[in-house]
């Protein structure tokens, strides 16, 4: 039987892309085994992060955590959740380290469980696994945002708390809690990357403790500077640089003539 594998010029292009991406990646990976690390814009929320653990060590209060209102399994802001988690992951080794609290509220099931597993992996990593408690990760809701932001506002009204991070997808329902957290005097970090909670988030935590867009997933290497994290960073800006100088040239192409019919080309 034979079989003929047809691909479009979209498949193609995609395919390009993908390349590009692992090259980039692979000699940024490189470079950061090399030492060449590159240098990072710095970004104040962070800053501010650090010392939140600090202040929610030497208060006994607790930091308050929260990966956003979005899933993982096909649910939307997976992207944002995973990113989340993956600071979380950071964020748990440094209350681990300094002897901090830290409690986390999640918004669905597979987020929940992810959570609670990220958080007891960094604290054994930092040799405190006796510190953590699956009790200090709530299940608030599933994927019912306006009850699951309720929820976090509600914890923050009740509990001591020294800080919170609020980070992931949030839209609109964010004012909730942010408000709350403002009322309260409570420090917030704040990100996401939808335009419905960027403003709020900024009105809110302040534009100095605001992520904002793709800042978000960006944390992880800022906290970590191991080469992977790196590595993707830096790759997805070339990537980002490489798909803008080819939008550029198309349109110069498609309007000079010398490439005719140029969309249609690439969406058959």
Known sequence: MNVSLALGPSTVFALIVLAAFLIFFFVAWSNS????SPNLRALRPLTRLRGLIGQSAESGRRLHYSPGSGGLNDQPGAAETLSS??????ISRGTARSGASLEISANDTLTFLAAGDVTEVAFTEAGRPDDFSRDDVHFVTQQDRLAYIAGVESSLATEPTAGTVLLGRFDAEYLLAGE??????????AGSSRVEAMPLMIISAGSEETLLGEEIYAVPAYLDHRPALLASL????ALRLLIIVAIILGVIAASTGLVSDIGNYFLR
């Open 180 to 189: 709350t957290a403002s009322r309260l005097a409570i420090p917030q970090i």
């Open 234 to 237: 830096r790759a997805q800006d």
């Open 33 to 36: 085994e090399q030492g060449r």
């Open 85 to 90: 988690l993956t600071t979380l992951g950071e």
